[in-house]
């Protein structure tokens, strides 16, 4: 499919280019005991996480590559009426929005600013940087669109930037 | 690694090859560690037939902590990893065993510290599954650790572009 063959953008999913448009507040604290069964996961010996910085006296950090898990709500609530956003409200939103019910990421990337410690918890907030024309998949239509989203500590001072390029799209036999 | 020996590194050198025997454990111990409860991770019965995908995957999360586990056995528990970025070109599965390779891409020496840019690749069966690239920052005559956070900030996004391309 070509460029002037795209149907346009609706205008809401036009006017979240560039601004924060889903804000997740703080689900949970961090704390050791959740962060080592990560480093379990994945064999980390670095003492960073189980000890302490070599060097430091602040104490042990939590795996810069677990960032986004601070931000993740517990999967099971007491409160059934609780407000819960999934992990990627955005992305959903999206593939509301242009009908296209499957997404996959395709790219990640993470920077790394002020590191997480236990005690710690951080809010989040997702910004649509761009989303591209729509064009033909091998599974049918499809757009592909990019997604940053930035942790802040509660001083507001930034945890880390993930950003995320998806290609979403919709079978052709779906419609 | 010691902060000496990383001192010798040079361009071109390889990290120590990696090999990881990926099971069902592996995979689930991965997503829930990194608190990702979609089905496609745990659920081999909904992988194939809702996400007609071959078995459960490993989640993106996991595969960052590996990417990370990696880097830093090389470059020591001192180090300080800035920035990761993966492309998953493939799924990850169990059965498959996964073998990571790196080489220093480049480095680069800014307040007192070494900046490493280090190209990954993580290959099953011979094939390239996912491809890395990760800046991992040492101490030449500050640690990364000693910086503000604004400090470390500035560094971090100053050095950004340039390093990953």
Known sequence: MDCDSSPPLPEQVASWVGKPVICMDPVLVAEQGLWLNYCVAVEDRNQAYWDAVPGSEAGPIAPPAMLPSWVVDHDWHPDPGRDRKRTLELHFLLKDELELPFGVVVDVELLFFRPVRSGDSLRAEQVLVEIGEQYQTRMGPGRRWTIAVHYYHRDNQLAGIQTLKFVSYRKEASL | ?165
């Open chain 2, 1 to 165: 690694m010691t902060i000496k020996s990383m001192s010798a590194v040079r361009v071109g050198d390889r990290l120590p090859e990696l090999q990881v025997e990926v099971t069902a454990k592996t995979i689930i111990m991965g997503a829930t560690g990194s608190r990702d409860w979609q089905p496609i991770h745990h659920d081999r019965d909904y992988a194939r037939s809702q996400a007609g995908l071959p078995d459960i995957i490993m989640n993106n999360y996991t595969q960052a902590g590996w990417l990370s586990r990696y880097v830093s056995d090389w470059a020591g528990s001192e180090a300080r990893v800035s920035r990761l970025r993966f492309a998953m070109k493939k799924p990850i599965c169990p059965g498959g065993k996964m073998v990571f390779r790196g080489r220093v891409k480049g480095l680069t020496e800014q307040a007192g510290c070494i900046w490493f840019d280090l190209a990954i690749t993580i290959s099953v069966a011979a094939e390239v599954v996912t491809e890395s690239a990760v800046q991992v920052v040492i101490a030449a005559e500050n640690s990364p650790w000693s910086f503000t956070d604004n400090a470390w900030a500035d560094l971090l996004l100053a050095q950004g572009d340039q390093a990953m391309g």
